[in-house]
């Protein structure tokens, strides 16, 4: 991508900048997020949202992300789960 001046765009700066934009949105999925946001964060976001609406089970999601291994698809679950119990728990301390 680049920039008005027919440079491109600095990679980590445009994450920068992209990051900034997405958390005005107030988007669930960002709401904790402190890492940059980046396109693989819409990979795990489709995920968790397509599990928890019910619109997707492990394995058509699977072949839906592309992953060749369901345990890399639970991998994307399983980090979720975690940061919402810590969520959860933080919010009960």
Same mark, same amino acid.
């Given at each position: 991508?680049?920039?008005?001046?027919?440079?491109?765009? #600095?990679?980590?700066?445009?994450?920068?900048?992209?990051?900034?934009?997405? +958390? +005005? *949105? =107030?988007?669930?999925?960002?709401? @904790? $997020? /402190? =890492?940059?946001?980046?396109?693989? *964060?819409? $990979?795990?976001?489709?995920? !968790?949202?397509? &599990?928890?609406?019910? #619109?997707?089970?492990?394995?058509?999601?699977?072949? *839906?992300?592309?992953? /060749? %291994?369901?345990?890399? *698809?639970?991998? @994307?679950? /399983?980090?979720?789960? +975690? $940061?919402? =119990? %810590? &969520?959860?728990?933080? $919010? !009960?301390?």
């Amino acid at each position: 991508m680049v920039n008005q001046r027919g440079n491109f765009y #600095n990679p980590k700066t445009l994450s920068n900048q992209v990051t900034d934009m997405i +958390k +005005k *949105t =107030n988007l669930d999925f960002l709401q @904790y $997020r /402190e =890492n940059p946001v980046t396109a693989h *964060t819409f $990979r795990h976001a489709f995920a !968790i949202m397509a &599990v928890e609406q019910g #619109n997707a089970d492990l394995y058509h999601l699977m072949q *839906t992300l592309g992953h /060749e %291994n369901i345990q890399t *698809t639970k991998i @994307y679950l /399983e980090k979720h789960m +975690k $940061r919402e =119990n %810590n &969520v959860g728990t933080s $919010r !009960i301390c």
